[in-house]
């Protein structure tokens, strides 16, 4: 078998409650074993809440606090504190969001916590859209991807939630994918090991969201890599890029094919996309220096 | 019974300082904040206590009300005891919170300084933004004083602590927030033992998997609804017995209800907050001028003190209640409650429900007793009445 660079060590259970073949199940498995025991979660609403699971279960081994969308991050600040008052200051404050509950609704609150530096870890499951409620576009989805509340195709681009986070000049951001499991993994061990904000965001190929086969979203994850649709990188400081994946090598077509949310578009409307990836990665290879 | 501790520890201060003077004496762990006027020196003194380091209590100061509470039920669900403040819109903005930290039967205490909410924009004493939260879950204490703003500071941790419910204390904006009065600072020692932090087993810990707020199904979602109706029943007893010690301790008695020269009343203002000082007045000049009149205030409004109320009231002919909040379409909200409280009682008294202050124009002692003397013999009134 593959070596995948990262060591199950058992702290998220079978039995949760992700549909069959979800990417997030696994992205969340590498997180919390990351993470390990010496930690309190605080979740939004969203996929992740389900996964984890209903009362009285918990699919992972640490504590959380279901808490609202618009607040998973004054939540998690709040948890922080606690635990500064007890005396607690090593234990990780874990927190667990969806695009929705980061991108749009709970904007504000992550912004206001990454001004004021909180010490605490936030993961962002990007499946850009609001899958909890049925599949509706969110500020995260990206250009002429249909979904409930854009049947035709969303008409504006992916909000630039990196670097919108880097003018926070928080410590730590980065963008992860399963697909590049050792990255994630190493990528939260780095998060974990620094005080102060960090913010992980994980690229999650909703199946019944992006219309992806059962067995397809992590090639679509990695494709989403590859194809430079999504970039994996590092920031620091909110200064110092690092491009963990440096080249772009597919066509965007390779990754489209793959998901009924683009199906209506023509190739006029492929080469749209295309054209504003490569721009994307250009400004992105500039500030990174490559 | 120990002879209460007498201290000649008096300054004069307003109420907003007095419930940060309160805070202070019990140092919590954590304190979510976020201004708005008039609570705003209840956050700067508490802020300017921490830079003297005699307030060890973590302030934190996010970007909105909504994720002070939200940080608020987090640090609570933690373990921390928890305290904030606020008025008005920030209270509102917290409406979703409000239910979630009831839910979640967290014992945080909140002061809210009670001022209109708008359209239009507006900076006066009004009730109707604590009102319109009755449903929520909080306990709500309403308060006259700086003095009783402090003490009642106190005794909500004690309370909220033993039934595990948030309690949300009230004060009138400006009346008795900016109302500055002499304010004995109890001793801390007192205060703490006063006020002894539980062990609470059921939060948020390391080592545990045991989660807060985790969707459930409809029977456990109804079984938590039964569970705070237990929780709920024990309040007014929890609230009678937190006045008897503190008044032990201070000189100072406090219950759900405070009454005034009510014994032989024929007729008697109910109110809350700081009209019952007007109404108290009114009470004297009357009692002056050969009028059997008396005052109910009613400090514990959720849950109301039914069976207290039931009691006093049912000798009485005529009882005014004094609203000064507005529920359109419907009223005052204390009126509507002492109605549907008495309903069916034998001997009930007539009711007239006074909108009286909305919006917090000045109400007199000479209105209020022109009042009683209107209405004390009159047939019970259907409407609610706007006072002039
Ligand atoms: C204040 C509020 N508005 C709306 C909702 C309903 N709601 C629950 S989850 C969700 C969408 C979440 O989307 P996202 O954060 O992307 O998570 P996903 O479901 O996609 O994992 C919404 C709108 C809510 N819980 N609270
Ligand atoms: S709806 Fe999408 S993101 Fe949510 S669990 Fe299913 S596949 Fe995963
Ligand atoms: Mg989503």
């Excluded at chain 2, 109910?270 to 009114?282: D, I, K, N």
């Excluded at chain 2, 000064?324 to 008294?349: C, D, F, I, T």
Aim: hydrophobic share 40%.
């Amino acid at each position: 078998m593959k070596d995948t660079g990262f060591n199950d060590q058992g702290h998220f259970c079978s039995g949760h409650n992700a549909c069959a073949g979800c990417a997030e199940a696994l992205a969340m498995r590498v997180v919390l074993n990351e993470v390990g025991e010496d930690a309190i979660g605080v979740v939004a609403p969203s996929c992740v809440a389900i996964i984890l699971g209903a009362h009285p279960n918990n699919s992972a081994k640490i504590p959380f606090i279901h808490g609202t969308i618009e607040s998973a991050a004054a939540s998690a600040a709040g948890v922080k504190q606690a635990l500064i008052a007890q005396g607690k200051n090593d234990t990780t404050v874990l927190c667990f969001a969806g695009d929705g509950g980061t991108y749009d609704i709970g904007l504000q609150s992550l912004s206001s916590v990454a001004e004021r530096n909180e010490d605490i870890l936030y993961v962002c499951f990007d499946n850009e859209g609001y899958m909890n409620t049925g599949g509706q576009k969110s500020s995260s989805t990206p250009r002429a991807a249909a979904t409930g509340s854009t049947p035709l195709g969303k008409t504006t681009r992916k909000k630039n939630m990196v670097e919108i986070l880097a003018a926070h000049r928080i410590p730590y951001i980065a963008t992860a994918s399963t697909s590049h499991m050792g990255d994630l993994a190493e990528k939260v061990r780095k998060a974990k090991a620094i005080r102060g904000t960090k913010v992980l965001i994980i690229i999650i190929p909703c199946l019944p969201g992006w219309g992806v086969a059962d067995d397809a979203a992590t090639k679509v994850a990695r494709l989403a890599v590859e194809t430079g649709v999504f970039p994996l990188f590092e920031i620091e400081d909110g200064v110092k890029y690092t491009m963990s994946v440096g080249e772009k090598t597919k066509e965007i077509g390779s990754y489209l094919e793959l998901q009924k949310r683009y199906r209506h578009l023509d190739d006029e409307g492929r080469e749209g996309l295309q054209a504003e990836v490569n721009e994307n990665w250009e400004r992105l290879a500039e500030i990174a220096g490559k | 019974m120990n002879a209460p501790v007498r201290n000649t520890n008096v300054q004069l201060m307003n109420g907003n300082h007095a419930v940060a003077w309160g805070v202070r004496l019990l140092s919590p762990d954590v304190a979510p904040l976020y201004p708005i006027t008039p609570q705003t020196p209840i956050l700067e003194k508490l802020i300017d206590f921490q830079s003297q380091d005699v307030l060890s209590t973590r302030l934190l100061t996010p970007e909105s009300e909504h994720s002070a509470m939200a940080g608020a039920i987090a640090a609570s669900a933690t373990g921390a005891r928890v305290f904030t403040a606020t008025s008005s819109q920030g209270l509102l903005l917290m409406h979703e919170l409000l239910h979630y930290a009831a839910g979640a039967r967290l014992p945080i205490v909140m002061f809210n300084v009670n001022r209109t909410p708008a359209a239009p924009w507006g900076f006066w004493p009004d009730q109707i933004d604590s009102l319109s939260q009755r449903d929520t879950g909080w306990i709500q204490l309403y308060t006259e004083t700086p003095q009783e703003s402090l003490d009642t500071t106190i005794q909500a941790f004690r309370i909220a602590e033993a039934c595990e419910m948030p309690v949300m204390v009230n004060h009138d904006a400006f009346y008795v927030s900016h109302a500055v009065e002499p304010v004995e600072i109890p001793d801390q020692e007192m205060v703490q033992n006063f006020a002894k932090k539980p062990d609470r087993s059921l939060w948020l810990e390391t080592g545990s998997i045991r989660s807060i707020g985790t969707p459930i199904g409809q029977a456990g979602w109804n079984e938590t609804r039964r569970e705070m109706d237990v929780a709920m029943q024990r309040v007014v007893g929890l609230t009678e017995e937190a006045g008897r010690v503190w008044g032990e301790q201070t000189g100072r008695h406090y219950g759900p209800l405070d009454f005034y020269r009510t014994d032989d009343a024929e007729v008697v203002f109910v109110t809350m907050g700081s009209m019952a000082g007007t109404a108290r007045e009114a009470v004297d000049t009357l009692r002056r001028n050969g009028v059997a009149a008396g005052l109910i205030r009613v400090r514990l409004f959720r849950p109301l003190p039914i069976s207290g109320l039931r009691a006093a009231l049912a000798k009485i002919p005529t009882a005014i209640v004094l609203d000064r909040n507005y529920s359109p379409g419907l009223g005052g909200v204390l009126h509507q409650e002492l109605k549907a409280e008495l309903y069916g009682m034998e001997n009930a008294p007539r009711m007239h429900g006074m909108l009286a202050g909305v919006g917090g124009v000045n109400v007199p002692p000479e209105t209020l007793e022109k009042l009683v003397i209107d209405y004390k013999d009159a047939e019970q009134s259907q409407s609610p009445i706007w006072v002039d």
